[in-house]
């Protein structure tokens, strides 16, 4: 029997790109509502409630609504906001940042999306932090540029439509200089982190893909590691890996920039490690589609787990 399923906010940025990665499937019956219906809550609490799995691309507070109009305990929950990722009794929906973390997936009823910046983000620091190379207690700062897309309708506007309002000709620009982005939470949580990281976001004039990057003085941490080192660690941490790959010495030393739009339209993540030995200086690099393994791809790597479907069927 096909698995029931329904995207809540299927005609936002991620919901859209989650329905074109199902369409056609056939151990899928896609449930759907027509646009006059998208926003009766009597016609949303049908689909939930017939739905073996519903996946919420909604602003957080809606995602949290949606939830109180389950009524069958056996539906189950993949939430792309942000509004349950540091939550108890939720699983982080990053496949391979544990080697238990598949069978915690394929087993929940609850599972939360990562951000696109953390999956990045912990992809390159959580192992240095487990093999006590990077103490738990480090200040980490973590730079990151994203393209436009990841800012959702209202600022994809912004850049593609001049009539819009806040129509900008940026073309780079620094945001979240409160401090206070919505992600920390959950990079410091996954990182194993005693503090929250400096987190420096932007966003570029392009429309989707992103690097997330994590310096570090070698010479300031405890230890002897050098960049084979932490390399190795990372190649041993994602080997076998099907979507996280880590870069060669030979591939990395071969590179004189890397292109944020590298991995458009692939649910793939690259590793980058890049090193000044002499001076003990790093630049941890990851390369990702921030709608692709930072939203919809890794969403349906998610619901293929927890269906018991080959993990890369529609990516």
Known sequence: MATRVFIDGEAGTTGLQ???RLEGRADL?????DESRRKSEAARREAINEADIVILCLPDAAAVEALSLIERRSVR???ASTAHRTARGWTYGFPEMARDQREAIAESRRVTN???YPTGAIALLRPLVQHRLVPAGWPVTINAVSGYSGGGKSLIQAFEDPQAPG?????FRLYALGLGHKHVAEMQQYMGLHHPPLFAPSV??????MLVEV???LWALPGAAG?????RILAETYAGDRFVEVASKEETEALASIDPEGLNGTNRLKLFVFGNDKDRQLRLVALLDNLGKGASGQAVQNLNIMIGADEATGL
Do not use: E, Y
């Open 18 to 20: 989650i329905r074109s």
């Open 77 to 79: 929950v993949i939430d």
């Open 29 to 33: 019956h896609m449930i759907r509502l």
């Open 204 to 209: 570029g004039r392009f429309a989707q893909g």
């Open 215 to 217: 310096p570090l003085q």
């Open 167 to 171: 129509h900008t000709r940026d073309n």
């Open 114 to 116: 990562p951000g696109c």
């Open 227 to 231: 960049t084979d080192d932490i390399r």
